[in-house]
């Protein structure tokens, strides 16, 4: 098969037999995965075999268009060999997801059905991305006929990939748009059969799958077309990174100013900072291009400037996340954001120290991206690998903690170990279960006995919020005063409220309350008022003695109205509108909160 390079763009004399053997390929990739689909609703094999089936899935799904994208641009052995390496790869991928999750018992016993019919999100999104940067590597290498291609080969493939994989899926959503657009003329007729076509799997998969081959045929030996509007994506985002630098520079400039407070209070810092990270790192790229392209002096500051902004923007983020693990441990959340830290940091690293070389355009960048992709598929190898699970390693820190001390037994958080730890958290709490761990191992195997019977993390049925619990949820207005001890043993979880407010129904969320008599009976009814904003709940003691949600009070965010409501500063007024008297029955008008009354109170 002949490959040919011209203008630095892959080009390859793609023949008829090449086109057909990627359209069967997509054809039959939409079958098998029709047949796959069948197995599972129907619950017969493979279905039946999850460590059969889930690989089987993962391979299905992300081995063909590895396929369709090779042919052509290597030799049949070549495209064979590097085939059965992604397909290892996947299968190791697939393995470990069904795994991890202890099989087809431990599902049945979350999910409430027999077998899983699909690899996990994050499976399939490890390996997607796993994938597209080898594929990018093994092919840059096949164009330069080496191992460690020049950058410029990286940059060709990885775009054009990049683009393939857009405007294919964007030709694949617009013939599903025109086919029901088709469905529903038809149906202004009375013709329903193009519609209930549609609706069929075995019709709509071969469609979409068959389709899509024909999008990344078509794409691939088009490379002009495709490097013309890679060129104006590019062109046009790097416009963007000025806008980008100035915002992040503003950002960090006031932090002196404001403190780290405010930025720890949201609880989401970390994330944010790495969503900013990860962007100036792109629009940095789409500046730089392959080194080689001309760009106005305005976007050659803007890039040098961002280099030099991505330091300081991960280390807040690294320390926003040592402060967040510091307190509460490792969770897979958290350590998944570390391995996503440890490869910005690399980047940081490296375009500090490319910014800080003016005699060229960023040029030493371009080793630090080819590194940082390397590391990237070392990172995500360790994370879907018992090596680096983050399930395994969150449910060691989390037992380490509770049995050091640095949680007690009645705010450590069982639920996690059952429902995100994985087959670790169940071996964990199988452990606590049988002997318990810490000062108090009798509640600690209590809770994770407790635990190991849930099917549903958030089953109100489920959750049984002690007293004490209660209370530590609740602040009091005043400070003097005192809920009923009726109000905080009731068990709050067989209410048929499912509305209920967060810190009512599980340890953690916290609420003001405040002690009020609105309807001048006598007897103080209790007001639960959800944290940082004016919007409660009226709850009221029946002749039974069991306390009931008996209203709501809705109103917007406003700190005043709320300060007054705390220090008693109120009176009992009547309603502005009256009710409206049916048979008997009140309805009441809700009133509108306006921002000015917030406002008029300071």
Known sequence: MQVEQYDGVIGADVSRRVMAIRLVTGLLQGLVLYWLYRSGTQGVWP??????????????????????????HMAPRRVALWCALAALVLLVFGLHDIWRTGGSEFNAELLGRRNRHQ???????????????????????????KRIASYGSYFEVAWKLAVQLLFSAFFVSTL???????????????????????????????????????????????????????????????????????????????????????????????????????????LINAAFQNGQTAAPLAIRVSARMGAILLLPLAGIAVYALGLRVHDYGWTSDRIIAAACLLVVACYAIGYQWAAHRYHTWLVEIAPVNVAAAFLVLAVLLALFTPLADPARLSVNNQMARLQSGAVTADRFDYLYLRFDGQRYGQQALEQL?????????????????????????????????????????????????????????????DVAHPELPACMRGAGPKCDV?????????????????????????????????????????????????????????????????????????????????????????
């Open 119 to 145: 690899p996990s999100t994050m499976a399939m999104m490890l390996a997607a991305a796993f994938l597209y940067i080898s594929h990018a590597l093994v092919m840059a290498g096949t164009l330069d006929g």
């Open 47 to 72: 279905a039946t075999t999850p460590y059969l089936f889930i690989p089987l899935v993962l391979l299905v799904l992300l081995l063909p268009p590895l396929l369709i994208s090779s042919l052509g």
């Open 176 to 282: 599903w748009a025109v086919l029901w657009m088709g469905a529903g003329l038809f149906g202004l007729v009375k013709l329903d059969f193009l519609s209930r076509l549609l609706e069929k799997p075995w019709f709509f998969m071969p469609v979409i799958f068959f389709a899509l081959s024909w999008a990344l045929h078509i794409t691939d030996v088009r490379p002009a077309i495709v490097r013309g509007i890679r060129t104006l994506l590019l062109v046009l985002a790097s416009w963007l990174l000025p806008v980008a630098v100035l915002v992040i520079a503003g950002f960090l400039c006031t932090l002196p100013f404001t403190g780290l407070e405010a930025l720890w209070g949201t609880r989401r810092a970390t994330s944010l900072l790495l969503g900013a990270s990860a962007m100036l790192i792109m």
């Open 433 to 493: 279960a049988a002997q318990g761990v810490g000062d108090n191992p009798k509640l600690v195997s209590e809770r994770a006995a407790a635990a190991l019977k849930r099917t549903r993390r958030w089953d109100p049925k489920d959750d049984v919020l002690s007293a004490s619990s209660l209370a530590d949820n609740l602040t009091l207005w005043p400070s003097t005063a005192r809920l009923p001890d009726s109000f905080l043993s009731q068990p709050w979880n």
């Open 514 to 602: 405040v002690m009020i008599d609105p309807d001048s009976d006598g007897k103080q009814d209790v007001l639960v008022l959800n944290k940082g904003y004016l919007g409660g709940y009226l709850f009221s003691q029946s002749a039974s003695g069991r306390w009931q949600l008996a209203a709501y009070m809705r109103a917007s965010a406003c700190k005043p109205l709320l300060e007054a409501l705390r220090e008693g500063r109120y009176t009992l007024a009547p309603p502005r509108y009256k009710a409206l008297d049916i048979g008997g029955v009140q309805l009441l008008f809700d009133p509108v909160f306006n921002p000015d009354d917030c406002k008029n109170s300071d």
